[in-house]
């Protein structure tokens, strides 16, 4: 009688792995459901694919980050736009706006803002800039040069970006709870637990209520190994789900469909989940609900080590 074969679950990129299991959730919950005896290996499965769900949308690039960059730019722009207004109007040697203008470049002389420089340092230096403005004197000569607005708006995204580091830092904090491998490791395990339990009940059923399961779930993992893992031959039959590569075969990593499955992302460097990676996300309407994790995007002319 066919069973569930064997398939190395750990050569899967991390998109893939999700995906994958995820279609497995999807068609062996109504199996689980009406089998008593299924009940508790499934919930054990369900569990440890909920928690690798979590540990990959915490462990991927921020969202916080293309925030981040956003207002960075903005408050960029309208910095440099402010001292070339100034610098227009000090050049024009006309009064009362050249010596405003000279009194507001001397404020940039001051501070000079590397516009460059690690999000942390530009922030806490730009703040001091913006505070030197704030006197009613100072504010007269914005005024005078039409700048107010100009002020008001950087002062609004210099806070937006303190605030989105600050948000993004708690974010991060909170990877330590959440480990990749040992969130794959975990699913994995129950995955296995689940099948032999699966492949332990087909064995001594009579009436074919998992033939059509056991039918579909194998030529799925013919198909991964294929396509996905690179693999060369059909389906192995019988033995435990051994995520250890326990169908004796060997493969790489490349998919030549990265729209099935969720194959094609780049694994991230997986001591430091937070980091690495790219490469294709997996298809959701694929079944996979997450991307894998990648690479900061802070980027632009910032350093953010």
Request: charged share 25%; hydrophobic share 30%.
């Amino acid at each position: 009688m066919a069973k569930i074969p064997n398939f190395s679950k750990t050569q899967l990129r991390y998109g893939a792995h999700f995906s994958i299991m995820t279609s497995f959730d999807e068609r062996v919950a109504p199996l689980a459901e009406s089998e008593s005896m299924l009940t508790k290996a499934y919930g054990e499965f369900k569990t440890a694919l909920g928690y690798e769900d979590s540990a990959i949308k915490i462990a991927r690039a921020s969202e916080y980050s293309n925030q981040i960059l956003t207002e960075d730019n903005k408050r960029d722009r309208l910095y440099n736009n402010g001292k070339a207004t100034a610098e227009m109007w000090r050049d024009t040697g006309i009064e009362p706006y050249a010596a405003a203008a000279a009194a507001v470049l001397r404020e940039y002389d001051t501070y000079k803002v590397d516009t460059k420089a690690q999000y942390d340092q530009q922030t806490g230096l730009m703040l001091n800039f913006l505070q030197s403005f704030e006197s009613g004197a100072m504010k007269e000569k914005l005024q005078t040069l039409g700048l107010t607005a100009v002020f008001e708006q950087m002062k609004i995204a210099n806070e937006a970006v303190r605030s989105l580091l600050s948000q993004r830092g708690d974010e991060r904090a909170a990877n330590a709870a959440y480990d990749i491998k040992k969130a794959r490791t975990a699913t994995d395990a129950a995955y296995d637990k689940l099948v032999d339990r699966i492949n332990a009940l087909q064995t001594l059923d009579e009436t074919g209520k998992y033939d059509a399961f056991v039918a579909w779930w194998s030529q799925e993992i013919a198909r991964i190994k294929q396509q996905i893992l690179n693999q060369k031959g059909g389906t192995t039959s019988g033995g435990s789900s051994s995520g250890t590569g326990g169908d004796g075969t060997t493969g790489g990593g490349t998919t030549t469909d990265p729209g099935t499955g969720g194959g094609g992302s780049t694994d991230p460097d997986p001591e430091n989940p937070g980091t690495g990676g790219g490469g294709t996300t997996p298809d959701p309407s694929q079944g996979g609900g997450s991307t894998d994790p990648e690479p900061d995007p802070d980027g632009g002319s910032n350093s953010d080590e």
